[in-house]
C-alpha cells in the first residue's frame, strides 16, 4: 500500500505555545483517516501544515512521495481541502466560485462539469445563488465541492461537520463513505468527535496537547478482541504483584493514574473477574472498553463530549 | 492759514493763464486720433509682472470711438494692468474737461517732447493727473504718466511707425508698480520649500510691472460691430 | 500568474464595494461641475478678486482645463482613500472572509500570489484615474469648453496657453497614478497585517494624514524630514503646470520649471513603491496564515 502522507517528528511552536509536538503519522491511499483530538489539540495545526499555510518549527511533511517543503506546487494541486469553516466568496454565486476555483486549481470545466460537480454536492439547484443566502449546510458542501473540483488525489476535511444538523452531519458522512469506496479517494477527516469518526474512518490518529496518542487501524481500535479493562483495586501494587504471577500476566500492559490497564478479549472479562476474586485482590471497579474508545476518553475526560460517544 | 491758502490759489491761477495754449496743443492731438473712428489690430503682448508667469500671446485689439476698447487673446485669458483702459491713448485724452500746463520739454527715445501735465476739471475723475510727453512737430504723445485714484501710477511709452499719421502706435510699453502678491499655502495646496519659492519672487518682484503690447495689421475706419466689445 | 491576476480582477470588479469608489468620483464631479456651471461667475470673481491689486484678468478663467486642475487638487486628496478601499483589503478581506487559507493552498506561490493582488489593485487603481480623467478632464473640457489655463500660486500666478495644456494634463494623470500606486502598495503593505480590512484602510489613510500634515507644516524641524516623505511627493503632479520664464520673464511655451523635481518624485514614488511591495512579499512569505 502506497503512503499517501508520511509526517515524522512534526513540530510547532508559537510563542509560548507548543501547538504540535514531535508529531509523526502516516495515511496510506485509500485510507479514510481520522484525525481525532479536543479543541486545540493541534489537529488544524498539523493540517495547516500539510497545506503550507503554516511553517513546521521543525520536522518533515512528506505528501505523495515527495517533500512538501520543496514541492509545494506539485503537492497542493493535488489536494482538496476544506479548513475550518468552508468560507468562499460571499458575493459571488455558488457556481462562480466553484469555477472561480477550478480556475485556481489549473482546471477548464465545462458548465456541464460544473453542474455536475454542483449537483453531487446537492447545490444544483441554488448554482445562481449568492453564496451569502446559504445555510451553513449548504456552504460546508459548496466548500467539499471546492475542494473536489480540481478532482485531488487527497482531499482534506478539517471538522467537515460543525455547524451542522444530524442531517447535514449523516450527508457529509454519506459523501465521505460515497467518495471512499466510489472513486477511491485518501481522506483525511479531522473532527474533536469521535461518533463522527469512528463510523467512516478506517485508520485513526487521536492527538493531544500536540502529541500523538495513539494511531491505527480502527478495526484494530474498534476490536472485541482488543478489549481493554481498567481495574480500580484497594491496593494495586498488590494486585499487579499477583496478576503477573497469573497467566494474565501477558495481558497486562501496566498502570496508569492509579488503575491496571489489561488488553484481552471481551469474552475473557468473566474469567479475570472469577481470577481476581480467588487472588483475594479487593477489587473497587472494572471498566471494560475498546481501545478507541479508551484513548479518547482519556483525551476528553470530564468534558462534555463524552456523552455524545454511542455504541 | 488763509495766507497760505490765497497764496496756493494764487500759483495756481498764475500757473493755468501760463497753460492756456498747451491745451491747444494737446487738442490738436486729440484731433489727430480722433480721425480714427475705430480700429482692429493684431498684436502681441507680453506681460512682464513678477509674480506673472505667462507667455507672449498673440491679441486682437478692437477700439472704437469714444472710449470702447477690447484686447482679445486668443485663448481667452489676458492679464491687464487694472484700470485697462488706459491701454490705449485716446482714452486719456477722451474729454475735454482738463486743464493743460507745461512743464518744459525733455527728450524721450532721442525725440525732444513738450511736457504737458493734465488736470482734470471733474472732481470725481478717476485720473489725478496725466504727464504727457508730446511730439509737436508730429503731435505724436510719445509718453504718458498717467496717476490714477486707486490704481497707481502707469506709464506708458509709445513707438510709432506707419501708423504714425493716425497716432496709432507700433509698440506700447506699459508700465506700473505691482503690489505683493500673496495667497496662503493651505489654499493653494503646497508643499514646496519655502525658500526657493521666496527667492524665485523676490528675484522677480525687484522689477516694476511691464505690459508690452506691439500692433501690427491695423485696419481703420472699417467699423465694428459694438458686441465686440461686450464681454 | 496571468490567471492569478484575471481570478483578482474578477474578483475585484464582482464587488458592490469597487463601484462606490467610482460611484464617489462621479457624484463629486459631476456635483462640481453642476456648481460651476451654474454659478461658474461667482466663482471665477472669487478668484480673481485681486491679483496683487495691480492687475485684473481678462476673459473667462472658468473653461475646462481649470475645473479639471480644482478637481485634481481637490479629489487628488479623497482618492487614496478610495484607492485603500480596495488595496488595503486585498489580503486582510481575504483573510477576513476566511478565504484566504483557500487561497494559500492552491498550487500558487505567496509571492505570486501577492504581485498578481498587487498588479490587480494597481489595474483597479489605474482604471480609477482614468474614471477620473474622462469625468474632470474630457467632461469638463465638453461641458465648459477649452482655454488658457490661469493657475494661482501661493506666490505667483501661471498663464498657461490653451494649446500648451493637454500634455501637462497627460503627464500630470501618469503622475497622479504613479502617486496612487503609491498609496495603493502602502495599504496593500499594511493589510497582510490584520484580519480585518477596515483597520489597515484607517490604518492607511491615517498614515497618508498624518505625514500630508508633516509636509504642510511648516515647522523647521519637519522641513527637513519633508523631502523623505511619501506625501511630499504625492502632490508633484502640479510641477507640471508651472512654467520657465526667460530672462525678460517670458514664460516659455512648453516648459516645465522644475522637471527634476518630477523625476526626484517620481523615483521617490518608485523606491516607496518596490519598498512597500517588497515588503509585503517578504513578511508575508515568512508569515503563519491562522486566519
Partial sequence: MQQIVRVTDLTKQFKNLTAVDHLSYTVNEGDVYGFLGQNGAGKSTSIRMMLTLIKPTAGHIEIFGMDLAKNRREILRNIGAVIEKPDVYKYLSAYDNLQLFARLSGIRSTRKQMMDQLEMVGLAQRAEDKVKTFSQGMKQRLGIGIALVHNPQLIILDEPTNGLDPQGIADIRNLILHLSRESNKTIIVSSHLLSEIEQIATRVLIIDKGKKLVEGNATELLDPAQTIVELQTLDNAFALQQLQLSNWTDKVQGQRNNTIVIKLDRKEIPALHTDLMNMQIQLLSLQPRHSLEDYFLQVTSGNQHVDTYTN | MYKIFLLIVGFQISIFVQGQDMTALVMKVKAKLDQVNDYEADGNMKTDVSFIKAPVGKVKIYFKKPNKFRLKKEGGISLLPKGGVSVNMSSVIATNDFVALAAGESIVNGTTCKIVKLLPINEASEIVLTTLYIDEPNLLVRKAITTTKENGTYEMEMNYGGYAKYGLPEKVIFSFNTKDYKLPKGITLEFDDNEKALSDAQKLKNKKGRVEITYANYIINKGIADAIFVK | ?291
Fill in chain 3, 1 to 291: 500568474m496571468l490567471t492569478l491576476i484575471q481570478i483578482e480582477l474578477y474578483k475585484i470588479f464582482r464587488r458592490p464595494r469597487t463601484y462606490i469608489a467610482f460611484g464617489a468620483i462621479a457624484a463629486l464631479i459631476l456635483i462640481i461641475q453642476f456648481g460651476l456651471k451654474l454659478d461658474g461667475k461667482s466663482y471665477s470673481d472669487f478668484l480673481m478678486k485681486d491679483i496683487g491689486g495691480s492687475m485684473v484678468i481678462d476673459g473667462n478663467i472658468i473653461n475646462g482645463y481649470l475645473i479639471c486642475y480644482i478637481m485634481l487638487q481637490l479629489l487628488l486628496v479623497h482618492v487614496p482613500l478610495l484607492v485603500a478601499l480596495i488595496a488595503a483589503d486585498m489580503i486582510s478581506g481575504e483573510a477576513n472572509m476566511g478565504t484566504l487559507r483557500l487561497l494559500l493552498s492552491k498550487p500558487y506561490s505567496r509571492t505570486e500570489l501577492l504581485l498578481a493582488k498587487f498588479l490587480a489593485a494597481t489595474v483597479y487603481t489605474i482604471m480609477l484615474l482614468i474614471w477620473l480623467a474622462i469625468l474632470a478632464l474630457f467632461l469638463s473640457m465638453w461641458i465648459f469648453g477649452l482655454g488658457d489655463l490661469f493657475l494661482m500660486k501661493s506666490s505667483y500666478v501661471v498663464l498657461i496657453n490653451q494649446n500648451d495644456v493637454f500634455w501637462r494634463y497627460a503627464g500630470a494623470f501618469v503622475f497622479a497614478a504613479l502617486a496612487m500606486v503609491t498609496v495603493a502598495a502602502l495599504g496593500f503593505f499594511l493589510s497582510i497585517f490584520a484580519e480585518n480590512s477596515i483597520g489597515p484602510i484607517v490604518a492607511t489613510m491615517s498614515f497618508i494624514v498624518f505625514f500630508t500634515i508633516l509636509s504642510t507644516l511648516n515647522i523647521p524641524i519637519f522641513n527637513v524630514l519633508k523631502p523623505y516623505l511619501f506625501t511630499t511627493h504625492l502632490i508633484s503632479w502640479k510641477e507640471f503646470f508651472d512654467l520657465k520664464v526667460n530672462d525678460a520673464n517670458e514664460a516659455i511655451i512648453g516648459s516645465i520649471q522644475n522637471p527634476q523635481r518630477i523625476i526626484t518624485s517620481a523615483l521617490v514614488l518608485l523606491l516607496h513603491i518596490v519598498g512597500f511591495v517588497g515588503g509585503a512579499i517578504f513578511i508575508f512569505n515568512k508569515k503563519d496564515v491562522l486566519s
